[in-house]
Structure formats: C-alpha cells, structure tokens
C-alpha cells in the first residue's frame, strides 16, 4: 500500500458502516425485492469506488483493486464454464439418465435423503473434493429425486452436506490442507481436532434427514408414476453401464490428485465417446452444441423432460457473471483496506478463548460474505489472528478448525460464493431455497464457537498455567 493510501485508508467505524451498508442493500435486495443478487453486488461495488474516491484514492487504484479481485476468479470462471459443459455431455451420452432409472429400480423414494447424504459423504471423503462429488454422483442424485417426488431442496441439502464433509474432512482436501498450513497445524490433529465438531453436526444431519425421508407425502412416488419416468427416459436414450466409465475416470483421476479441471475436460471427452458409441444419431456438430447449450431431447413426458433437458456452457453464465462482480467488489474492498481495518478492529479487546474462537469464526464468515472467496476466508482471519492465540497460548487446533468450520463450510451458503454459485447452478436449486437444509453447514461453526467457550478439560503441558488459567476466564 502506498504512502497515500495509508493515509486515507478507510478507519474501523467508517468500515463497519460500509459492512453494515453493504448487508442492507443485498438482503434488502434478495429477500424484501427478490431481485437476482448481480445488482446488488454492482451497486455496492459502485458505492465503495465512490467512497474511495472521496478518500482521495485514484481512479487508477480503484480499478486496480477491481482487476486484481476478478483475475483471482479466472480458476473459478473456467470450472464453472466446465461443469456446465459436462451435465451436457453426460446427459447427452447416457450417463445420468443411466444412473436415474438405475437408482429408480433400486433406492426407495424414501430412504433417497439418507442415501444422498452417505454416498456424497464416501466420495468426497474418497476424493476431498464437493466440486468434483456434486458435479458426478450429485447431480444424478438430484434427478433421482425429482423422478421420486422428494423436495429438491431437501435433496439439494443432503448432497451438499455430504459432499462437504469430504472437502472438509478428508486429507486430499484442498481447504483441509490450506486451513492446516495458515495456522502451522499438523494435518492429521487438524483433522482429529475437527471431529469433535463435525460428529455431532454430522450426526444431527443424519437424523434431520433420515426423519424427513420418511415423513414426505410421496404420494406421486407410485410405482406406476415412477415407472412411466423411467420408460420416458429409456425411450429417450439409451441406458447402459458403459456410460458410466466417463464419471468413473473422472473419480480416479481426482483420486490420483490430478488437477480438477483436465479432469473434468477428461470426462468430457471420455463423454463424446461413449455417446457416439451408443446413442443414436449422434455426430460431432450436435454434440459440440449441446456443450454450448444444454440438452434439448423431445421428450413427451414433462417431468422427464425437466431431468434431462439442461447443462452446457451457456447455463453457468448466471452464475460466472455473479462472481465476477463479488470478486470484483472483495477486490476493491481488500484494496481499499476495508477487509484489513475490520480484522484490526476485530482483534482489539479479545481476551478470553471463547472471544477468540467466536473473531475467528466470525470473520472467517465476513470474509465469505463479502469476497465470495473461499481461500481468502481462511487466509486473511488466519494470518491477522494467529499472533493472537500465540499471545493467548490457546492451541492453533482451536484456530485451524475454526477456519475450516467457517471458511470452508459457510461458502456454499453465500449465493455470489463460488461454491455458493456453483452448487445451486449444477444442483438446479438457489441457495436461498437448500440454505435452511443444509444443516451440516451451519450447525459446525455453532458447536466450534461453543467449544470455543466451553473450558479444556486439560492444560497442555507445554503451556504455563498463568497463561492456561487467564485463558479459561
């Protein structure tokens, strides 16, 4: 930051005021207007440029702090642009549909939230990534769903939380991996310090699921119903198991730590073969457009018509131009030193373990919200607060797994967030409608800021018991 900027730098209250502003306009927006979250964001970015200019910064520095915001976004822009490409081509060449009337046959409508949970819960485990989860096993899940009459949003709910206990839990995680590295944690007691509150909010999810899947009015899961779906779909493609190499190399390859977007290019590729090999009147021209536009089978039977008529590049447009204006706006907030003066203004006064863990979880959320960033939401609270607990001498397992409870699982409730975005573009539902089903995702932050509070049963033996005794006031 240069000399001019540090001195026209955004104070604590002044920052706090542009946090609260911001929270008015985009939840006054989406829930009192119900408008799209895009002008939202646009006219708080908009807001803080003039702000910034008032502060005496340059135009030149505002539009810096947009283009550095954006360009941390290109990773993301492509995964999206991929994943909308790949729905198309699985659906295209069979694969969904396959995995569909396969499930059909085999999960009863009301075991089908439980099973979400714990098949999504395997694979990210297997696999350490949500992304990789929701955009295979995930998404066949979710036409599986609207075939059997289940909510959407609940199923939505029990892919996602069991696709991210994976990226939160399982040691091939990126964010698993990342949160452990910021706060100088060994991996494994990472992993070991987050059970306690992942179980139970794991737990809790499970029995949230298991009693609503056996309490929904399924009434149009009727055999004959369920049966017509299916025929519906069989006259439509062809099922056959070998469609199901695609997602399978897909899984292997995310297995063996290859990196997630040739993955998924694999998957397409892999896709275009097994389509050509076994569907009807398929040619490259048209399978080249349905990765530009989606599926488009003539279907009679409406609700198999809604299964498989989606995807493709042009699909994931909503939610690509999203997150360039919420990178855009973190950005400039970072930029601008908004993001640093909440964190310094943050820090002041936390004296207890309980206070440190409720800053860190806190912050971590706040960061999310208003960035839409993932990494950065461990990054900036875990840098700003690490000397805080080393002053403290409260363990960094205390830090680590409060950015893992908070960074990593609160993203996919923030609709401009990249998982956020990414989930509800590929699962068909808005995170406005699984937020409240989602349960995993916001009851392990609730148990991180309790144990936060709660006394450790005991003191580390390297830590002095002045410390440990000032540490439980």
Same mark, same amino acid.
């Given at each position: ?76 822009? +492509?995964?999206?642009? !991929? ?176 990196? !997630? ?77 908004? +993001? ?16 440190? !863990? ?90 991180? +800021? ?24």
């Amino acid at each position: 930051m240069n000399l001019q900027q540090s001195k026209t730098g955004f104070s604590f209250l002044e920052s706090v005021i542009i946090l609260i502003g911001f929270i008015i306009i985009i939840f006054g927006s989406l829930f009192y207007l119900k408008t799209e979250p895009h002008l939202p964001l646009l006219i708080c970015l908009a807001g803080l440029g003039i702000a910034g200019l008032f502060k005496k910064y340059s135009w030149k520095n505002i539009e810096q702090g947009i283009v550095s915001g954006i360009s941390k976004g290109v990773q993301p822009f +492509i995964l999206l642009a !991929v994943i909308g490409m790949l729905i198309a081509a699985w659906l295209y060449s069979g694969t969904i549909p396959t995995v569909i009337v396969y499930s059909l046959e085999i999960i009863h409508p009301s075991y089908l939230l439980i099973t979400a949970l714990i098949g999504c819960t395997l694979i990210s485990s297997l696999i350490g990534s949500a992304f990789t989860t929701i955009s295979t096993v995930g998404i066949a899940l979710m036409g599986v769903a609207a075939a059997s009459g289940v909510p959407l949003e609940w199923a939505a709910g029990a892919v996602i939380c069991g696709a991210c206990f994976g990226d939160k839990m399982s040691p091939m995680s990126d964010t698993t991996n990342f949160a452990s590295g910021v706060a100088g944690v060994d991996i494994f007691s990472h992993i070991k310090h987050m059970s306690k509150t992942t179980i139970p909010s794991y737990l809790l999810s499970f029995a949230v699921f298991f009693y609503a899947g056996s309490s929904f009015d399924l009434s149009n899961a009727s055999t004959e119903n369920l049966a017509i779906i299916s025929n519906a779909i069989q006259e439509t493609v062809n099922i056959s198991l070998l469609t199901l190499l695609s997602p399978l190399a897909v899984i292997v390859l995310a297995v063996l730590r290859k990196p !997630v977007i040739p993955s998924l290019l694999a998957g397409i590729v892999t896709a275009g073969i097994t389509g050509w090999l076994l569907q009807p009147d398929t040619s490259l021209a048209e399978f080249l457009t349905v990765l530009q536009n989606g599926t488009a089978f003539d279907v009679q039977t409406e609700q198999a018509a809604s299964i498989l008529n989606r995807g493709g590049l042009q699909s994931m447009m909503w939610s690509i131009s999203l997150i360039l204006i919420a990178f855009g706006l973190g950005g400039l907030m970072e930029q601008l030193g908004v +993001i640093r003066s909440l964190m310094n203004g943050l820090i002041l006064g936390i004296q207890t373990k309980g206070k440190l !863990v409720l800053a860190t979880v806190a912050s971590a959320f706040g960061v999310n919200l208003v960035t839409g960033e993932q990494y950065l939401s461990i990054l900036i609270p875990g840098q700003s607060l690490l000397p805080v607990y080393d002053k403290l001498s409260v363990d960094k397992k205390f830090l680590s797994r409060s950015l893992e409870d908070a960074g990593t699982l609160m993203n996919p409730l923030i609709p401009w967030g990249v998982s956020g975005a990414f989930f509800s573009q590929s699962l068909g539902v808005s995170v406005i409608d699984y937020l409240p089903y989602a349960i995993f995702l916001y009851t392990a932050p609730l148990f991180s +800021i309790l144990f936060g509070f709660l006394p450790d049963k005991r003191r580390s033996a390297s830590q002095p018991a002045g410390d440990f005794q000032r540490n439980q006031q």
